[in-house]
C-alpha cells in the first residue's frame, strides 16, 4: 500500500507569496462557489488571530519538470484562503462582536506583533502530489462518506456569525466545565454543541421572555439578532450571576440532583434569572436572593426533587399546584406554556423559601 497525500504545513505568508507569484490556483474546476458573508470572514480571522486551530486544507500540487513551475490548486479550503488573502489586503474589518481589542480594524490598522502572528500563522494540509482528477474526487467521496449529519446547533453554528452566536459560545467556553462536573453534558453531546443550544434558550428567555424550545425557534433568534444582540454585555454578566447563585445553593450536589436535567435546569435558570433581575413577559413576584438564603432555597429545591423522584400526574393527594406542577415536567415539557408552568412554580417555591 502506498499513500496518496502527504501532511504538510504552510504559513499564512507562504500562501501569500505562491499568490503573488501566480502559483496558486483558488478555483479549481472541482472547487465550489459558495461565498462567505462579512461576519463569516470575520469570524475566521478572529480564529487566526486567537491562534486557534481550522480545518485542514487539501491542495493539489504539481511541478512541471521542464518550466521548473509548481502549481497549487486548492481542492477543499478556498473560501479560508481566500478570506485570508483578502484581509492581508483591507478588504475588511474585524467585527467587534468577534474581538473588542481588534473589532473595527483592517490588517494594516493592527499592530505590528499582531501582523506577524497573522502572517506566521500556519495552516494543516493534506497534499495531493500529481494526482489526478478522477483521484482526487474518489479521495473526496471517500472523505464525505464518514461524514456525519449535522445536527441543528451545528448548522446553526455554520450559517451565522454575528453577535448573538458570538455570545453564545463566548458562554458556551466558559461553562464547559461546570456542565461536565455536574453531569448536565457529556463530552460527547457538548462535541454537538449541546450545551451551545440550551444556552441559546436560556439568552432567548432572558431577551424576549420564556419561548418554545423549537428547531423553528431557535432558528430565528439567530436570525433576528445577529447584526446587534441588544444588552449583550448586560445578559453575559447576569448569566454568569445566574449560573454562579445555582452553584451557591447546591454546592458539589447538583450532578446528584434531578435538577440537572434540563427539563428542570432550564426552568430553575429561568425562576433565579427573574427573581434576581426580571424575566420578559414573567408576571412571578419577585424577591432579593441573598446569599444567606441559600440553604433555605436548596431546601426548597429538594422537595421538589423529592416530588419529581416520588409523584406522578395523578397521585393521590397531591395539591392542585404540585399536579399541574408535574403535568408540565411530564408532558411536552419543551412547550413554552409548559415552560412558563414549571418557571412560575419553582418561583414560588422559592420565594415562600425565603419569606418563610
Known sequence: MQQTFH?????????????????LVLQPKFQRRDVWSDKARSFLIDTIVRGKPIPKLYMRQDTNPKTRRTIREIVDGQQRLNTVLKFLKDAFKISKSHHEDFGGKTFSELDTDTQRDILKY??????LQDMPDPEVFNIFARINM????????EL???????????????LAEEFTTFFIVNKIFTEKLILRMAEAEFITDLLQAMQDGIQAGSK???DKVYKTYDNQYPNRRTHE??????IDTIKGIFGDDLAQSTFRAIRLLYPLFCAIHHLKFGLPKL???????????YPKLKTALEAIDEL??????????????DSKFLDAYTVHWVHADKRIILTDYICRKLRNAVNG
Open 237 to 242: 454578566k447576569r448569566f454568569r450571576e445566574t
Open 216 to 218: 423553528a425557534v431557535r
Open 7 to 23: 501532511t504538510r504545513n504552510y504559513s499564512v505568508r507562504d500562501f501569500e507569496e505562491w499568490n503573488q507569484r501566480g502559483e
Open 156 to 170: 446553526r453554528n455554520s450559517s451565522w456569525y454575528g453577535d448573538f452566536k458570538s455570545c453564545v459560545y463566548l
Open 283 to 293: 408576571t412571578a413576584a419577585r424577591v432579593p436572593l441573598k446569599v444567606s438564603d
Open 122 to 127: 500556519e495552516f494543516s494540509v493534506d497534499l
Open 146 to 153: 464518514y461524514s456525519e449529519k449535522l445536527k441543528p446547533q
Open 308 to 321: 419529581v423522584e416520588t409523584s406522578k400526574p395523578g397521585t393521590p393527594n397531591l395539591s392542585a399546584d
